[in-house]
């Protein structure tokens, strides 16, 4: 039977991060995952929301999660920064019954929602570990992904109840993902740090500073490859590659994908876009 959740794709996954939403589907149904649409879900607030009103993203999430237990499920995303954020929400409602009841009459004036605070939340890639096992998703791996990768978790799903059961200061659920897949994990010291995406539009110069220093630090341990547990970061490391070196004259000619795209590639989808990938390896990396 396989396992069913509440999907919330996460940020940017329709907008600057389609390959997300693009392979999660096909990934999830190799591995026996059965995604039920959260219809009409919000962003998260992505710790954007927040800074102009900490009620206004509970009340956003606290909509989805009531959502979620209205059908009966937990939620799962591929999303590092949705999943710590949905999780940290989570926590303090459930740890505040007076705040919970007070966004709770918000939501039931405004959408005749109730959230009662019996789901939970899991990133795709601690479902995979603790649920599917490493060694089911070796067994499927029909496209051994034969590079040096380079794991990135950020910072968000580092925390207490947010990352299954791997260790919060120093995980390695994203390298032995890596290497059942076929690939060589690299061990480097950047993969929880933040790149900043809560300050791209305020802060840019920092943010290309964050990101530079992470891409290089990629190259400098010898990755072919950045995979990303985390759209947002996934997005800035990708797209803003050029102007990170321009800023800080640092090297950041790097490949960086997500882990639903590795997914999908090892499991047998898109195989023209693996091929891709491997050009693309050869041509970006030095």
Known sequence: MPLKYAYHPGNASHSSATEVADTMEPAAKSLGIELIPLQGATSCGAGIIR??????????NARTFAMAEQMGLDIITPCAATA???????HTLKSDPNLLGEINDVLE??????????????????????????DKLESLVLNPIDFDVAGFYGPNIQQEGACGNDDIHDPSY????????????????????????????????TVLRQAASVLSEAKHEGADIIVSACNLSHTVLDIYQGKASQATGLATNIPVIHLTEMLA????????RLAQLRTRVAVIGD
């Open 174 to 205: 994203l390298e032995q993902a890596v290497a059942a897949m076929g690939g060589s994990p690299v061990h480097w010291e950047s993969r929880t740090q933040s790149v900043g995406v809560p300050g791209l539009f305020s802060e840019e110069p």
């Open 109 to 134: 004036r405004t959408c005749g929602r109730r959230f009662n605070g019996e789901i939970n939340v899991h990133h795709l890639l601690h479902v995979i570990v603790d649920e599917i096992g490493l």
């Open 84 to 90: 710590g954020n949905l999780h940290e929400d989570l």
């Open 265 to 272: 590639f090892a499991l047998g989808h898109h195989n023209s």
């Open 51 to 60: 800074q102009a009103s900490r009620r206004l993203q509970l009340t956003l």
